[in-house]
């Protein structure tokens, strides 16, 4: 019976080549940047935001035809006033404010859709005049500011794209733009060593 040794040098991040660290890197990021993780912060995010809305996250962030990011589902139409009073409150005179804040006691939901064929956000601007129009007219109101309706609509839709993309971009910089010190402070936290080559010690 003979009895064999290996022996292999372990190493700190730190300590490793360039050549490496870039491997140790995409190592630990398929580690600690999981799209359980970034997906749970984009929905802690706009659940406090709208917090009354029922809302879903897609995404895809490969870097192809397609890709992007969309929130959809029910969106109550009080977060979504509230939301663009605060962040667009010079676009409304006084007048349609008073009309916004009449809308925001009609318990209305918007519901929107989720995109079938890619990930990318979509136009939501639609679906809220409509559905805030028939709203409307169902209940026999006179006078509807259609234009109004539409510029809130918009506002919304606007606002709401551009959150999106802040959150795509947010995405790509996540799985992505992994650091050095990304990697130091991950593997230094949880004692994580490597090889020579940078492949992860799994002793």
Known sequence: MKKIIDEYFIYNYDELTEKAKEKAREKLCDIFRDTDSFSEMVRENYNDIFENSDLELQYSLSSCQGDGLNIYGSFYLLDCINYVLEKAPDQFTEK???????LSNEFLTV?????NFYCYYTDKTEDFQDEIENDLERQYFRNIPY??????????????????????????????????????????ANEILFYENGEIYRG
């Not at 349609?96 to 009449?102: A, C, I, N, P, S």
């Open 147 to 188: 234009k109004t309706i539409e510029k809130f609509s918009k506002c919304f839709n606007d606002l709401f794209r551009k959150y999106c993309m802040e959150w795509e971009k947010s995405g790509y910089d996540y799985f992505y733009e992994y650091t050095d010190q990304d990697a130091i402070d991950d593997s230094s």
């Open 111 to 115: 519901k929107t859709k989720y995109n």
């Open 96 to 102: 349609e404010k008073r009309f916004l804040t009449f």
